[in-house]
Every structure is written in C-alpha cells, then in structure tokens.
C-alpha cells in the first residue's frame, strides 16, 4: 500500500548498532566512543580516562560561538522582538517563540492566538526554533541510508511542518503575513513598519542606503536578517543539555536515565532512534534527534483548534490544505515532519495539532494506539473511529509498521507504565541549561531544570 518504504529501524549513518551497545557500556563511566573504529576506540577508551573531554570532543563538532554577530544577525534580533511588525502592534516573533522556552510555544495552548485584534487562531502548534540549522533541503525523494531493511526513501526536510518553505529567509513571510499571525497586509506594510521604526537607520546602513525605495527587496532583506539572527545566535543551538554532557563525558546519566536512552534506542521497545536519531550526524554533527523526514503518525483530531469545528475541515500536512502543490499526491496526506526532540520537555504541546499536553499523555498514545484505540478515537455506533483527525479514505496512509505502533489491539503495549517514566527521565536529559557551554560540564551551583 506504501508508496514510500517507512521499516525506518536502525537508521542513522551506518554505525548505529555498535554505538548504542558500546554506549550503554561505557556511559556508565562516562565516556561515549561512538562510531569510531575498533582500534581508535580502544585509544581513545584510554585518553577518556585521563582526559574524557579531550577523547570525545573532536568527535563531536559543536558550533563555534562567535565572538560578536554580524550586523544583518544584531538586526534580526531587533527585528524578532520587535512588536511593531503586527497589525495588532502586540505581537512579535517572540510572542510564540519564547526564548525562555527554546523558543517554543510560551504555554499550553494548542494554537496560539494572533491576527489583527489577536482573536485569530493558528493551525498548528508552534515549534521550538532551536536546531533547525541542518535541515536539508525539501525533497519528495530524499534517501536516508540503512541496512537493507531500514533504509528510507521519502520526503524529508525543508521548513514549517509540511516543509513548504524552502529557507528561514522564506518561512518569515509566513507568519508576517498570515492574517491569523502578525496579520500584515501586505510585504509593503512591513517594510513601511520598519522604516518608520527605531531601527531604520540601522536597516538602511546594513541593506543600502536607498532599501527603502524597494519595498520588495526590503522585505526579503528582513527575512534575511531574521535568518541570520537565527541562524547565527547561540542561543538556537546552545547544545547545554545533559544529553551534550554525557556524550562529551562531563556527566553520567542516572540509572534511570540510562534505561530510558536504553528504550530509546532499542528496536522492539521504544524504537524512538528510528526517526529522532540520536547520533551524531556528518562531520560530527552534534545528535539532531530527527531525521528530518515526515510520517502519518494518527495523532487525534483535536477539538481545541477553532478550524477543526468544520468537519470537512481536514489539516493533512504535506498535501494540504495549507500547502497547495502536493494536493494531487495523496499518498502524502497526514504526513507531517519529524519534530527534533530537544527541549521537549519545556514544551505544553505536541505534535502538529498539539492534541497532547504531556509528555506522559503522549508517550501512552504512541505504545497504545493501537494495542487501545478506543482510548485515543470517538466510537461511533460501536465502531472506533481510528485516526478521526484525516478522511477515510487516507487514513492507510497512517504508519503502521515502524515500532512501537506496529501493534493489534489486545496486544501488550511495547513499553509499560514504569518504560515510560524511564523514557521521560531520559527526553528531560535533552533540555539545554544544564551546563552553560556546549557540551559542558555543569559548573558548581549552577541552576538545572532537568532531572536527576
Ligand atoms: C502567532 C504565532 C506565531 C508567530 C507570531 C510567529 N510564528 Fe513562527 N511558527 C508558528 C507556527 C504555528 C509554526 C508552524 C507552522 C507550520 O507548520 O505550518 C511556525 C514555524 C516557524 C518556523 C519553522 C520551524 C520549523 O520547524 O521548520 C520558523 C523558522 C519560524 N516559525 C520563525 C518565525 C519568525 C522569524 C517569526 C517572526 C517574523 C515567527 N515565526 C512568528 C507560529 C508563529
Ligand atoms: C516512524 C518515525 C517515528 C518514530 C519511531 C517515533 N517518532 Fe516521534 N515523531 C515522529 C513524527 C513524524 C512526529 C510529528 C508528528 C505530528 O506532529 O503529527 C513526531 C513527534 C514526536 C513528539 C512531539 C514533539 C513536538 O515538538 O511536538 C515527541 C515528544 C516524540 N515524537 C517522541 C517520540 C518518542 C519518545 C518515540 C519513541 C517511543 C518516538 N517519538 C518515535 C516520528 C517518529
């Protein structure tokens, strides 16, 4: 029935399964060889105990924090903050994108509230902005390589959940203009913003003295500045979490923390890995916790979501109604793209719909979906109504067969009530602010809000 192949086990860059064993082995001293060659592991096994950082950070390459940002970037940041850029004059980038909260959704809203007089409603829960430097490309036949069994070939990548916009330059259009967001009428009202703004001096000397007469290019230059503001500043990719301790052997996880990245990683448990991999990417990138490709997970429809009161109102990601071009290509309906999971644990709402409101919540609909619909799905005349939230006729396209929702009902869930507490120790590992430097130690007294 598929047309893209999903068995997505053990994907990652050819190095999962020795990883994850030697891992577990050896986090338990607080060293992580990953992926090295037997020999160099055995080295750097003995570097690790004398010095564990100067073992594994060239492994791992976190970005440099520069010195200062550039001035396109030290504009972007004015730009992101700045509430004039609304029709409400209320709201600003940051009005959903919390700093304070990875950048995330500011509370546990399903949608956030916006447009003109700030009673509009979104679509789709807002994302964390942190660690979207690396994703690829949208493309509708990106390859991920695996075993024979695992590899993938499907859509992946681009930004947004159905990955409609090809740059953050781009994305920014979006919510500048979305009369349910900042509500501008137009590209040439928020340049007419900026220019009569505080910083238009600032914008003229970064762009050009005459930007202004350009109103066109004026508004790609914001989208510019507001990409580079994201793009440059550390504080959307910080890499402090415990997780970037433990894997620079700064930190050990608790044993419950260990179970818990156990279950993540392992095939017929949690098979989380699978899609929000948690290994290094090329060139030593730090663990991305997504693959960046897109999946029908058949999460619930959600009431809370004003437009869901129309029932022949269906949000189906990549084929729309939202973005338009894939519409024709249905095998694509309900599929949306694999969220990282960093700073998760900050978060109020998940998935696209943001149906769920606790990782604890969320974590029961991914084992029991299936073994136990009638908890998650309306009955209908005694027939539960499975994966209610896209029409009939596309609910096949809903995976099925990558663990831990490859169950029947009646089955044993694949993780039980004490796995999943294991499994929520160990995503809080992945909330940055556990250390004050990339892949750091955390420094005596030193706040931490995950857990241990
Ligand atoms: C009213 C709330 C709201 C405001 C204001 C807002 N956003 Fe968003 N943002 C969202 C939502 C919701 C999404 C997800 C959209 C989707 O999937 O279609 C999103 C997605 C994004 C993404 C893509 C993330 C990804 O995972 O690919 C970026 C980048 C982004 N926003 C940046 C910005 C910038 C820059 C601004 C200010 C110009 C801004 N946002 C203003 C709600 C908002
Ligand atoms: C087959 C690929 C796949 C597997 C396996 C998988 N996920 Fe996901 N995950 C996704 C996709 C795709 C989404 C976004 C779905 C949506 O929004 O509709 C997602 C979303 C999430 C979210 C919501 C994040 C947010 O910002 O809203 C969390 C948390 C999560 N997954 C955790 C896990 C855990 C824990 C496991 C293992 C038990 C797991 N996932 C297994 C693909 C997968």
Known sequence: MRPVRSERHGIGYGCRGPIVAAMLAMLAVGFAGACLPAAARGQAAKAAQAAPDAAIRPWVRYPPVPARLSPQAELGRRLFFDTALSASGQMSCASCHDPARAYGPPD???????????????????????????????????????????????????????????????????????????????????????REGAYAQQFAQVFGADVFRHPRQAFDDVGAALRAFQAEDPSFHPYT?????????????????????????????GNCAACHIDV???????????????????VPRNPQIPANRNPHYYDMGLCGP??????????????????????????????????????DAMMHFYVERDTDPRKWYPVVRGKVQKFDDLPPRYRANVDRSDAPMNRKPGDKPALDAREIADMIAFLKTLDDGYSDQAGGARSPGQHHRGSD
């Open 280 to 298: 290094p990417g090329p060139g030593g990138r730090p663990a991305a916790f997504t693959d960046y490709a897109y999946e029908a997970l058949g």
């Open 241 to 269: 979490s415990k997780f970037d301790a433990v894997m620079s052997g700064h930190a050990r996880f608790t044993p419950q923390e260990l179970r818990g990245y156990a279950l993540f990683n392992d095939p017929s448990k």
């Open 108 to 194: 546990g809203r399903a949608v956030q509230p916006g447009g003109k007089d700030r009673l509009q409603s979104g679509m789709r829960a807002v994302p964390s902005l942190r660690y979207l430097d690396d994703t690829p490309l949208f493309s509708l036949h990106a390859f991920i390589p695996g075993s024979e069994d695992a590899e993938y070939e499907g859509p992946s990548g681009g930004f947004d959940q159905d990955g409609a916009a090809a740059s953050r330059q781009q994305q920014a259009a979006g919510p500048l203009l979305d009369p349910s967001e900042m509500a501008n009428a137009s590209p040439a009202a928020v340049v007419a913003a900026v």
């Open 322 to 359: 939202k973005r338009r071009d894939l519409a024709k290509q249905t095998q694509y309906c309900g599929m949306f793209k694999t969220p990282t999971l960093r700073n998760v644990a900050m978060r109020h709402v998940f998935f696209h719909n943001g149906y769920f409101h606790t990782l």
